[in-house]
């Protein structure tokens, strides 16, 4: 006899031809029923619906029924037909049943419904089968899948970063070391500092925090790159905002001035969430409902409404004249707490806002100056419950330029001397942002902590799956 192919669920729900042999595998939602008849919702992560499977108790064994239960991994096969049930087109009538992996209802600590997220946390090697990471999991694929498919399809190519990297000029944060020297007796030098040129790459290595400089070299040969990887920061920052691990976007493009930047990163953003609302419906009505009451029209205002675009130096005023009550006082030269990134967003423009020309000595060393002297051609995108979800820039081209502003800030020049050949072999004006990819997801989901959008988070204190 042939060998019946595994349906998908969300195949089977969307089916208009019943009366057909299907067969299903997946994880027990609930069981219910009486002595009679038995109901098993049938959940695959195909889809957030699960299967109804109608059981005739009479036709199968007693054993086997009572190792149905939450949380177990059947197989079953039946004919797919029409259900009476309101709330779902169709559902199986079993004919065979195996059991893959029984659940023990006592200890299987997803057996009820309706855990806190912080709970849920503690079982993060157990969450992907509920609805809500279900939903999740599902959206952050679809937003990786969109963004490859955007730079694909507007001429950028992926550039892999790499994650170790043996230069820390980047200053986007406190980095993780990277070493194989024995910690308890490390090699010494004369002066009693550690020997790096004993450790694996004979120097001092820790991981990326960006791949931004890396994502320029590329440009400046491919004209149009991006990134697309983990980045590591390992500041102390307990936030819902911040992780250290997370993935970041960083498209890089030669020619590319700091308006062009602002366009790309609006189109972007817009094109993501629009491919959230055309793609992946189920999942954010499902999260509107429990989590956000005002998801939906928050990702529908945002694809039809420009942004704002703003000074730094305007939105310090406005700030300022806000009669807010700050926990982070503000004045000219400040760098912008979320607070303040959120009161413009969503109080005074209720609009995603643009925000450039920042004083330079809040922002890298590679932005490019301004003719003031005093601002660089900064650009931070800021949206609704987030704040920063990108952060970007216009890079300085200039060789002298650069080279003032990396010795103004003390940065060796022999760190970066690879970086520095660009600007002397052939540079070119050209610009680029990053977008922290768990904020984006943050925003799509409307989830409020940053560990509800990542299967595995990684927080001070925290890494334990
Ligand atoms: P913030 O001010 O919010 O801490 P940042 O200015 O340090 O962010 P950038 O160095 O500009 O961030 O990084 C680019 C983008 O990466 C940010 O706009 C944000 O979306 C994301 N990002 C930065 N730090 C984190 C983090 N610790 N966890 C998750 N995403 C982050
Ligand atoms: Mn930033």
Not at 6 to 33: F, H, N, P, S, Y
Not at 38 to 53: E, K, P, R, W
Request: hydrophobic share 40%.
């Amino acid at each position: 006899m042939e060998k019946m192919q595994q349906a998908k669920i969300r195949d089977l729900l969307k089916t208009k031809e019943t009366g057909k042999e299907c067969l299903v595998r997946g994880w027990v939602r609930t069981k219910r029923g009486n002595k009679n008849i038995n109901f098993i919702a049938l959940n695959d992560g195909s889809v957030i619906h699960s299967i109804q499977v109608v059981v005739e108790v009479a036709q199968f064994s007693e054993e086997l029924l009572k190792q149905i239960t939450t949380g177990a991994c059947i197989e079953v096969k039946g004919t797919l037909v029409d259900s009476p049930a309101s709330g779902q087109p169709v559902e199986i009538q079993a004919k065979e049943i195996i059991v893959f992996g029984t659940s023990d209802p006592e200890t299987y600590p997803l057996q009820k419904k309706g855990h806190s997220l912080e709970f849920l946390r503690e079982i993060a090697h157990l969450r992907p089968r509920t609805n809500t990471f279900g939903a999740i999991l599902r959206i952050r694929h679809a937003m990786a899948f969109a963004i490859h498919k955007y730079f694909n399809d507007n001429g950028f190519y992926y550039l892999h970063a790499p994650i170790i990297t043996g230069s820390d000029a980047e200053g986007a944060g406190a980095l993780f070391r990277v070493s194989i020297l024995d910690p308890k007796n490390p090699p010494l030098k004369p002066d009693g500092s550690v020997d790096f040129s004993e450790d694996f790459f004979g120097k001092e290595t820790k991981l990326t925090v960006s791949g931004q400089l890396q994502a320029e070299l590329g440009a400046l040969a491919l004209s149009l790159v991006y990134t697309f990887g983990p980045t590591f920061r390992a500041e102390n920052s307990n936030t819902p905002r911040h992780l250290a691990e997370f993935w970041m976007i960083e498209p890089e493009m030669a020619f590319y001035d700091i308006v062009d930047n602002m366009d790309l990163a609006e189109d972007f953003l817009k094109y993501l969430i629009r491919y959230a609302l055309e793609n992946c419906m189920d999942d954010l009505e499902f999260l509107n409902k429990m989590y956000d009451i005002e998801l939906i029209e928050r990702l529908k205002f945002i694809t039809e409404n420009d942004f704002i675009r703003l000074g730094y130096t305007e939105a310090v005023d406005i700030l300022k004249a806000s009669g807010q009550q700050w926990e982070f006082p503000v004045d000219w030269g400040t760098d912008l707490q979320a607070e303040h990134e959120r009161y413009l967003v969503e109080q005074h423009f209720h609009k995603p806002v643009i925000l450039t020309d920042y004083p330079k000595e809040i922002k890298a060393f590679y932005m490019k100056m301004n003719e003031d002297n005093k601002t660089v051609r900064a650009m931070d995108v800021l949206f609704p419950k987030i704040g920063e979800i990108i952060g970007g820039s216009q890079r300085e081209e200039n060789l002298e330029r650069l080279k003032n502003r990396i010795h103004e800030l003390g940065i060796p020049e022999k760190d970066i001397w690879w970086y520095l050949d660009t600007r002397k072999f052939g540079t070119a004006p050209h610009s680029g942002f990053g977008l922290g990819f768990e904020r984006l997801i943050l925003f799509v989901t409307g989830m409020s902590n940053i560990r509800d959008v990542i299967p595995f988070p990684r927080t001070p204190k925290n890494a334990e799956f």
